[in-house]
């Protein structure tokens, strides 16, 4: 009797499975929340401004056309590749340095001046393009609303580790993710036909 009253109940949890329906998060006040922004963006200091006079406004830089953004780390050795790659056709005149703007993930856990020892002017893998250096409490304006948006920085771009390669379009919107963790010539051509 015990065999079967529990076969009957394994039978029926099986047969529930599946059942199951996604549910969308809702708040404390039971509402829910927007969705995360289609078209983003953001204000930031950027690498080798101490001062922070200089800032950079992501919809400015994209506006002229899609760029290449790189999600870095000062200890990311996939990040040292890629950035070394990307350098090398930004030298070569493959990629136009404006087409291209790094952005420091990890600012609880490494300094600015941890950036600028792996990626500024003297660090062991240099850029020429912006590096943008957001703290983690940065707000991210949805374009489409013209308001700020609840959700953060790391949410609106997809939680992204690094290195995270991503295409922004020149409306603030983006077109396409890798995270690719070393450099490979198959990616590299992806991301150039994708920015000509």
Known sequence: MKIAA??????LIASLSGCIEERQLIDEDGIMPPPSPERMSFISPIMGDENNNSTLNLQEYVADGPVLLIWVAAGCKGCHSWTDLISDEVENGNISNSSVL??????SFESPSNIEDAYGENGSNPVSWILALPPENTPIIDLDLG???????????????????????????LIWTSKTYWATADVLDEIKNILE
């Open 147 to 173: 308001q700020e948006s609840k959700y953060s920085l790391y949410e609106s771009f997809g939680n992204p580790s690094t290195p995270t390669l991503q295409i922004m379009d020149s409306t603030g919107k």
């Open 6 to 11: 529990f076969i009957s109940i394994i039978i």
């Open 102 to 107: 790094s952005i420091h993930r990890y600012p």
